[in-house]
């Protein structure tokens, strides 16, 4: 069965701080992986996703298949990154392409 | 319209009475999926159409709760005799390829009283 567990209801740092946001995933195959954030009062949006390999807002994220992980890491946090992250996963399309998202982590932090 | 579109964006209804959800996707997306939003119960899947596959309604908690998606557009998700566990936000995304990620409508904030 097709699951995400972000480990984390609240993290907390102080701006210019690393963070990690965690996220493992039970998948019996290979899934698309993605990182969906959300702003006070606006939509869901989608932030990263694993197929493309890049770095949005100064935001990556790997997918380490042997640890089935695919943690968000940005090395400075900023105050507007404070939000709610999802992460989320996907098969292949078809029947397989549901998206089943983790319970989230809210990320806020500090001046 | 650009994004995916809910209405209404507000529902309060008096327990027993059923309601009906409205989600129109961006146009030409062939995945369509609902989602309930809870305080500290994070987004959980309720029903997912592709194409003109056979939905995957395996998210929905009960037999109250059904959704339809009409000429693989518009959907449209009933709650029939709501009671008060019921409100909550209910998200609509839809999706042109799984690769590409799902694009969320701003919710119905439901509200059961």
């Known amino acids: 069965a097709q699951r995400v567990t972000q480990p984390e209801k609240l993290l907390s740092v102080f701006k210019g701080a690393p963070v990690e946001l965690k996220c493992n995933y039970s998948?019996?195959?290979?899934?698309?992986l993605f990182w969906y954030v959300q702003y006070s009062r606006q939509r869901l949006q989608l932030l990263l996703r694993h197929i493309s390999r890049e770095s949005i807002k100064g935001f990556t994220a790997d997918l380490n298949k042997g640890e089935t992980s695919f943690h968000l890491k940005k090395p400075f946090a900023q105050e507007e990154d404070s939000a709610m992250y999802y992460c989320?996963?996907?098969?292949?399309?078809?029947?397989?392409?549901?998206?089943?998202f983790g319970k989230g982590t809210k990320l806020s932090v500090k001046p | 319209g650009a994004g995916v579109s809910q209405s209404p964006s507000n529902k309060v209804t008096e327990k027993g009475k059923d309601v009906e959800l409205r989600c129109d996707p961006i146009s030409g997306h062939t995945a369509l999926y609902w989602y309930r939003q809870s305080l500290g119960q994070g987004l959980e899947f309720l029903i997912y159409?592709?194409?003109?596959?056979?939905?995957?309604k395996s998210g929905l908690p009960s037999d109250r709760f059904s959704a339809e998606r009409t000429g693989g557009s518009v959907s449209t998700l009933t709650i029939q005799r709501t009671q008060q566990e019921d409100s909550a936000v209910y998200l609509c995304?839809?999706?042109?390829?799984?690769?590409?990620?799902?694009?969320f409508g701003q919710g119905t904030r439901l509200t059961v009283v």
């Open positions: 998948y019996s195959g290979s899934p698309e």
């Open positions: 995304a839809s999706s042109l390829a799984v690769k590409g990620g799902a694009f």
């Open positions: 159409f592709q194409g003109n596959s056979a939905p995957d």
């Open positions: 989320a996963l996907s098969g292949h399309g078809g029947s397989q392409g549901n998206l089943i």
